[in-house]
C-alpha cells in the first residue's frame, strides 16, 4: 500500500487500529516466551502502541519502526517522554529510556540493527499489508532476524470478500506458508471477537483473533 494512505490515516486521526490498552493476548501469552529481562524486542509497524511501554515495563529494550512521523511524535509525547533525535541510514531515530523507534521504511531495516533482536511482537503488521506485500515482509524484513529469536504473530480472520481491508483477513495456512521455511510455528490460541467489542471490524459477518508462536530456525 502506498505510504500516503498510512500517512492520510493518521493526518486525519483515522487510526481504528490504536487499541486504548496493551493487547490481552500479549499479555498472557508472552510470558511463555521466556524472553529475558533486557532483550531486544522488534515491533514493526509499531504506530503509538502502548504495547510498546508494556514490553518496556516488563524490562526489555523495545526497537519500533513507523513510517509516520506524527504517531511516534504522538507516542512520546502523550507519556511525556521526551526522546534523543538523531537520524542514520535507516531513518530518524528517537530513543527515550528503553525505547527506540525509527521513523523510515521498515523493510530498509538490515540484519546489523536486527542483530540485537531476541524477540519480535506483531499485532498490527502483517495484517495491515496486501498479500503482495506480506510475502515480501516476511521473506524480506523477517528474514534479517537472526536465529533463535522468538516472537508472537497476532492476526484476524473474516470472510475477505466482505470487507476489503486492511486489516486484511490471514488464515492460518498463510501463516505457515508464510513463515513455515525459516519459522516454527505454534498456534497458541484463537478467539472469536464479539460484535459489540471496539476492535470489531465493521461489515463482516464473523471475526476471529488467532495467535502464533514464532521461533527462528
Keep these: 500500500m502506498h505510504p500516503d494512505f498510512w500517512h492520510q ?3 486525519e486521526n483515522r487510526i481504528g487500529f490504536h487499541q486504548d490498552a496493551p493487547t490481552p493476548l500479549l499479555l498472557k501469552h508472552w510470558p511463555a516466551l521466556d524472553v529475558p529481562a533486557g532483550a531486544t524486542v522488534f515491533v514493526p509497524l509499531a504506530g503509538k502502541s502502548l504495547d510498546m ?3 518496556a515495563e516488563r524490562g526489555h529494550r523495545v526497537l519500533g519502526v513507523e513510517l509516520s512521523q506524527l504517531a511516534i511524535e504522538r507516542f512520546f509525547a502523550e507519556h511525556d517522554l521526551h526522546p534523543e533525535i538523531d537520524t ?3 531513518g530518524i531515530h528517537y530513543r527515550a529510556d528503553n525505547i527506540e523507534l525509527i521513523c523510515g521504511d521498515a523493510f530498509a531495516l538490515d540484519e546489523a540493527i536486527l542483530a540485537d533482536c531476541a524477540a519480535v511482537f506483531d499485532r498490527a503488521a502483517l ?3 496486501p498479500p503482495d506485500l506480506r510475502r515480501r515482509y516476511v521473506r524480506e524484513l523477517h528474514a534479517r532476524l537472526p536465529a533463535g529469536c522468538r516472537g508472537l504473530l497476532v492476526t484476524l480472520e473474516y470472510p475477505q470478500d466482505e470487507r476489503a481491508g486492511p486489516p486484511f483477513s490471514v488464515r492460518e ?3 505457515r506458508a508464510l513463515y513455515g521455511d525459516d519459522w516454527r510455528i505454534e498456534l497458541r490460541e ?3 471477537i464479539p460484535r459489540d467489542h471496539p476492535g470489531y471490524v465493521a ?3 464473523r471475526l476471529d483473533t488467532a495467535v502464533y508462536g514464532l521461533l527462528r530456525a
Design 203 to 205: 461489515g463482516v459477518s
Design 88 to 90: 542514520t541510514r535507516h
Design 173 to 175: 495456512e498463510e501463516v
Design 127 to 129: 495484517i495491515a499489508l
Design 190 to 192: 484463537r478467539r472469536p
Design 9 to 11: 490515516r493518521w493526518q
Design 53 to 55: 511501554l508494556w514490553l
